[in-house]
Each structure stands twice: as C-alpha cells, then as structure tokens.
C-alpha cells in the first residue's frame, strides 16, 4: 500500500541540528513556525512520526494532507 504524503506544522522553529532528528522529513522554517513535509506514510507510520514530535516536547499547529502530486 502507497503511503500519503502530509504538511505537519509544529509552534516555534527547529533548528538545524534538531532538524536531523526527522530525516524522513523536509524542514521548512517560517515565522514563528515549522512545517514539516513529509510522505509517503501510510497511517501507522504517521502515528509513530506524530508521537516522535510529541516525545520532543513540540507542539502541533496541524497536520495536513497533501494532494496527489503536490509537493
């Protein structure tokens, strides 16, 4: 089965090194927020990154998911 792709938003802004710690992500910093774009998950797999977040003390703006062919 073909995993989703999802635009998970996190308050505040990671840095670099903190970055890292989600290499199945692309980081992209704004104002006072971090997006997160990730994909393709199926929904175990998104559950386990959502969890992963929330062991890291971040907080969750949103989680979204990205059309077929979106980027």
Known sequence: MEGTGYTIVVRGR???????A??????HAEEGRTSLLTGPFDQSQLTGFLQR?????LELVSVEER???RP
């Open 22 to 27: 989600f290499p199945e992500a692309t980081v």
């Open 67 to 69: 059309a077929a062919g």
């Open 53 to 57: 977040l929330g062991s890291f003390g």
């Open 14 to 20: 990671l840095s670099e090194r903190f970055a890292q």
